[in-house]
């Protein structure tokens, strides 16, 4: 059932602060309980791929796909490679490899899982020498063909458990 849509008068925070990509085969157990992630551990030698925002450079984008009998989610997560002498080695690294995204948005303990079933992989990879400062401009995407994903949250201690090993 769907609760009620309430509005916050506040001025809201919005936008990425940071994420966390962890490689799906780098995943031991996620489990997910009511729309939320309850337990997410990752195999002894992996780490997950601190990608730090500035302003508006990430963002996630969900969008609703109808498949046969069912709808689910499509989502993207872009961010920007500020490293201009390491764009090859990461896009290389980032390719024919699937991730889980954990978001930890501006929103006072707003945190979120993006990719959690089917993952997300590279859908492009654009670098432009005058646009946004000449950073290359990343896509991470559900595949296409994918079942979709649900959107999700989780909670502020197993995001810190998890970056703990940044």
């Not at 450079?57 to 989610?73: H, I, N, R």
């Amino acid at each position: 059932m769907v609760s009620n849509i309430r509005v916050n008068c506040g001025i809201p925070q919005h936008g990425i602060e940071e994420f966390l990509l962890v490689d799906v085969e780098d995943i031991n157990e996620i489990t997910v309980t009511a729309y939320a992630v309850s337990a997410f551990t990752l195999a002894v030698v992996s780490k997950p791929i601190l990608v730090e925002s500035y302003k508006m450079t990430s963002q996630v984008t969900e969008s609703l796909q109808g498949l046969d009998g069912s709808a689910a989610m499509k989502q993207t997560v872009i961010f920007n490679i500020f490293d201009k002498t390491k764009y090859a080695e990461l896009i290389s690294g980032l390719a024919n490899r699937r991730f889980i995204v954990l978001a930890k948005h501006n929103e006072l303990g707003l945190y979120k899982v993006y990719g959690a079933y089917c993952g997300l992989e590279l859908a492009s990879a654009d670098i432009d020498s005058n646009d946004a400062g000449g950073y290359a401009k990343i896509s991470l995407s559900t595949p296409e063909g994918a079942q979709g994903e649900m959107s999700l949250t989780i909670p502020v201690s197993i995001y810190g458990a998890i970056r703990y090993y940044v």
